[in-house]
């Protein structure tokens, strides 16, 4: 497994001198958050599901790339913005387990054990007749 793979990403920083206009939206505004480094594919895919399936009341649209999450806000809910950290927190810590269980599961010790255990399984069955 390489340090690539198991690499923990977290929140960085926002970056305080990005607040732009949202041209789509003119009641919103877009802020960057920097991560602690580039996810991998896995990671990023573990990422968008997370945030998609996970629940929390405000979920405003944002995109990830390379090391920065670009977050569409309506300054409207300004005093929702810690809750919406702390859940993105969430969100990142369970990318990060997800994508070291991923890549887990590729490790030649990883495949055998789920053999051995899945032989296991096959061993207490007992066939209908």
């Known amino acids: 497994m390489s340090e690539e793979q ?21 009641e919103a505004v877009e802020f ?16 968008n599901q ?7 009341t405000l979920k405003p649209p944002l995109r990830l790339e390379g ?11 300004v005093g929702e913005l810690a809750g919406f950290f702390d859940f993105l927190a969430g969100v990142l810590k369970v990318s990060n387990a ?9 490790t030649s010790s990883a495949q055998e054990k789920q053999k051995t255990d899945f032989r296991e399984a096959l061993r207490v069955i007992t066939l209908p007749t």
């Open 6 to 26: 198991t690499s923990e990403i977290s929140l960085k920083e926002i970056d305080m001198d990005h607040l732009e206009n949202v041209e789509e939206n003119r």
């Open 32 to 47: 960057r958050v920097k991560l602690s480094g580039v996810p991998t594919e896995v990671w990023r895919n573990e990422f």
């Open 50 to 56: 997370s945030y998609l399936h996970m629940q929390h």
């Open 67 to 77: 090391d920065v999450l670009y977050v569409i806000f309506l300054p409207r809910y």
């Open 98 to 106: 997800e994508a070291h269980r991923t890549a887990d599961l590729h």
